[in-house]
């Protein structure tokens, strides 16, 4: 289950997913591979979900590795907010 205010990084393959999660393991940030949420579409079925706090470590290990989600989005009243589409 994803909480307020946490992000969801959504993968079109899940090749890169597990790339993804492969990479993050070996820093010290927090995350947690989950099944898409029904409210988003992804080919591959999984996802990472991470806290604010966690956000910018993330995104900066996943982009410096060529393995940027290609949707990022963030758990906001009962909803969720795109935060971007094709991260850079």
Known sequence: MVKENEFVAIFHSIHRVLKAEKLLKQGTV???LIPVPRQLTS???LALRFAPEAKEAILQILTV???PPA?????????YLVVALSCP
Do not use: V
């Not at 949707?71 to 909803?79: A, M, P, T, V």
């Open 65 to 67: 590795a060529g393995l």
């Open 30 to 32: 927090d995350f947690l």
């Open 71 to 79: 949707e990022l989005y963030q758990r906001r009243d009962k909803g």
């Open 43 to 45: 080919d591959c079925g």
